[in-house]
């Protein structure tokens, strides 16, 4: 039996690294997008070893809602890529600082 | 109809008199004008002679009632101010000479304003000034004086600027009101004193704790200590300064002089002026029991009626040598309130308001004569072309020569006798003054008289073709005026100053060893037998001497005054700049106010209110936002960095 900890451990990896991966990322807005999913993804552990921990079920039900929401996201995500690909002609996140006040 | 009764009609009658022809002078024209002010005064005139011989043959006993209550503090200031009447002997005497020579005024001003575009204007604001003044002699408490003290100081400005578009009158009127501020300022001090001291402002209550008054005292600069008594006199007299143009505030009266002529007789020679002299001997339970406020009065009364009464002998412009005649007379005045002669003085406050009224209508008489031309040297010889003005001028110049029988002679004499007596520190100085001032009298208006009257015509001839008698409506209150002023010496004589009781004494307050009226009484038996006296007194020889100079220099040999002039240049030239009063109020005053204004002008106003604070806060909010938009670069890490580092802080911030 793998003690509830670490998975809260790993989730906290996670979540650590994909915000890493978007402070630091400077070039690619994909790469932004995949983090973002990274977050939800260890938000997700974290919903399933707490569901594990307490028996109870609502918490895996939510799971399934994130997935979708994150599936939708993504969708939406790439389609203002997409756009924005066809506007400015890249997808440098250095070249995105038009609300430079 | 009962005292009060009448009063109030003597009060009112000129209020809605002036009223009426202020805000109706349309619909009621001129001829309704003149007519409705000029019966109201009227009719309080005839009422103040009823309520004078009710009261000074005591058929009536004096009234002092309040009619309202304007403000009350409540329980927590105990202080009521009322509006009310005190009709004593005082009151009526006041009352009697503004209302006779205010209806005088009237009936002259209908022939000399008759082609004035003012027309209206004028018989509204004189009348508004009658009311002024009788709500100013007629109050029972500090307060009302206080209130017809402003306002007749209003209608004296309005007046003297009543030519609005005369540059010199616009700065005549200023100069008053502002002349005038000064004292009000010592005025109303000394009555803040009187509420905070006395616990109220009404004059009975005042004098009932005056003994209490004089034995506390105040501390104005650290390590001296004045009784309360001296410092309130002392303010209240200041205000009296303004008013009553007493040395060194005695600069606006002159200037006062570019409003028409009728305003000059009936508010800067008669009425208005003497307001300090009346207020001061109304003061006189409080004023008598300080010698050193006696003394104050006594000294400056004495130096404007002889320094100013010297400018009068320099002066060209007619209306202005009977200004500096005025401020002379009115130092006689004080002089006779410092020293404790209060019934002196206010003998020759009532003599005076005849005589230099007609000094004032006549000399206006003149200048309508000569077109309004007011320059002495350009008279001369008029007497033969204006009969009666010249009369009525003359005998108006002897009255205030203290010639006798006329009436300057009675009271004027007797303050100059009862200076001599006065214990009062000072006195000895004020004597000096007052009998030098005499010959100076003499010089001045016979010189006037002399100058405009008599000697060659100096007027091109167009102007002496046109010169002419003035119409009867002008003519009649000079006669009055001149009737009035070689009797009611001869009649007020006994009764005002040394029967038992005196008219007056029941409204006076005299202590017995300051009694110098009843001194000279002791020697005085009738009026005839002071006027056979009179060659035994050094005055009247020095004012003969006087006459005579006057006629040596203006008929007889026409060619001293150049030639004084020539060779006393350095004295003629200090008179001609009225001993430099206006020069040093120009420089200090007016020069000082403007460089100090100035100065809060560029450094408080521009720098501090504009600087700091309005421009000061645009800057900050700048400069911060300058700053602040550093911060936002645009870049989306930086956003999250930012708000990671601050869930981060939060998070602490909330475990530990």
């Known amino acids: 039996m793998i003690p509830t900890t670490h998975y809260l451990i790993l989730s906290s990896i996670l979540f650590s690294l994909s915000l890493v991966g978007i402070i630091l990322n400077r070039r690619n807005i994909i790469l932004l997008l995949v983090c973002i999913e990274l977050m939800l993804l260890a938000v997700n552990t974290n919903f399933v070893a707490f569901s594990h921990y307490y028996s109870e079920i609502t918490g895996q039900i939510f799971v399934f809602f994130i997935l979708t929401v994150a599936a939708a996201e993504a969708a939406i995500g790439l389609a203002i890529v997409m756009l924005l690909y066809r506007n400015s002609g890249n997808i440098d996140v250095n070249k995105m600082n038009h609300l430079k006040g | ?656």
């Open chain 2, 1 to 656: 109809m009962s005292i009060l009764q009448c009063c109030l009609i003597i009060v009112l009658a000129p209020l809605v008199g002036s009223v009426i022809a202020g805000f109706f002078r349309h619909q009621i024209g001129k001829i309704g004008a003149h007519t409705i002010t000029s019966g109201s005064v009227g009719l309080s005139l005839i009422l103040s002679l009823y309520v004078a011989k009710m009261i000074l043959t005591g058929a009536s006993p004096s009234l002092n009632t309040n009619l309202y209550t304007w403000a009350s503090g409540g329980d927590l200031f105990p202080f009521a101010f009322h509006i009310g009447f005190l009709i004593d002997p005082l009151t009526v005497l006041m009352m009697v000479i503004v209302t006779f020579v205010s209806f005088l005024v009237h009936i002259y001003t209908i022939g000399y304003m008759a082609d004035d575009p003012g027309y209206q204007r004028f018989f509204s604001y004189i009348s508004l000034f009658t009311f002024m003044m009788l709500m100013l002699i007629t109050g029972n408490n500090f307060l009302q004086l206080f209130f017809g003290w402003e306002g007749v100081g209003l209608v004296s400005y309005l007046l003297i600027g009543f030519w609005y578009e005369k540059e010199s009158a616009i700065e005549g009127s200023l100069k008053a009101f502002l002349v005038n501020r000064v004292g009000d300022f010592g005025f109303i001090i000394g009555i803040g004193l009187v509420l905070a001291y006395a616990g109220s402002l009404d004059y009975a209550a005042v004098f009932r704790s005056s003994s209490s008054l004089s034995t506390q005292t105040i501390e104005i600069f650290s390590g001296h200590s004045w009784s309360v008594l001296t410092v309130i006199c002392i303010f209240l007299f200041i205000g009296a300064m303004g008013k009553s143009a007493q040395v060194p505030l005695h600069v606006w009266l002159p200037e006062s002089m570019e409003g028409p002529t009728p305003i000059s007789a009936l508010i800067h020679a008669a009425t208005m002026v003497t307001a300090g002299v009346f207020m001061v001997a109304r003061i006189s339970p409080l004023i008598e029991l300080s010698t050193t406020a006696l003394s104050f009065v006594l000294i400056v009364g004495a130096t404007g009626a002889l320094f100013t009464g010297i400018l009068a002998i320099v002066m060209n412009d007619i209306k202005r040598v009977i200004a500096y005649s005025t401020l002379s007379q009115l130092g006689y005045m004080m002089v006779a309130m410092g020293a404790s002669a209060y019934s002196a003085g206010l003998f020759h406050l009532t003599t005076h308001a005849c005589f230099k009224a007609l000094l004032f209508l006549g000399a206006g008489s003149v200048i309508m004569g000569m077109h309004h031309e007011q320059d002495m040297r350009k008279m001369g010889g008029l007497w033969r072309k204006m009969p009666i003005t010249y009369v009525t001028f003359l005998i108006g110049s002897l009255a205030l020569c203290a010639i006798p029988p006329f009436a300057g002679f009675y009271s004027k004499d007797t303050i100059i006798e009862a200076v001599g007596l006065s214990t009062t520190p000072g006195g000895s100085y004020a004597y000096f003054c007052v009998v030098m001032g005499a010959m100076c009298t003499a010089i001045y208006s016979f010189r006037a008289l002399f100058m405009t009257f008599h000697g060659k015509p100096r007027m091109d001839e167009e102007t002496l073709s046109h010169v002419h008698e003035s119409p009867w409506v002008v003519l009649f209150p000079l006669i009055i005026l001149a009737i009035a002023s070689i009797v009611v010496g001869y009649l007020l004589y006994m009764p005002m100053l040394f029967d038992n009781p005196t008219l007056l004494s029941s409204s006076l307050f005299i202590l017995p060893e300051h009694n110098v009226l009843a001194e000279i009484a002791k020697e005085v038996s009738s009026p005839w037998m002071s006027m056979l006296e009179a060659p035994h007194s050094l005055v009247f020889w020095l004012t003969l001497i006087g006459i005579f100079i006057a006629y040596l220099c203006y008929i007889l040999i026409p060619s001293i005054p150049s030639f004084i002039v020539k060779y006393f240049n350095i004295i003629y030239r200090i008179l001609m700049d009225k001993y430099g009063f206006d020069s040093l109020n120009d420089f200090v005053f007016v020069r000082g106010t403007k460089s100090l204004g100035r100065l809060f002008y560029n450094v408080s106003d521009q720098k501090l209110i504009d600087g700091f604070f309005v421009n000061g806060t645009g800057r900050t909010v700048r400069w911060f936002a300058t700053k602040g938009r550093l911060i936002q670069d645009g870049y989306l890490n930086h956003y999250i960095a930012v708000m990671v580092l601050g869930v981060f802080g939060f998070l602490c911030w909330l475990i530990f």
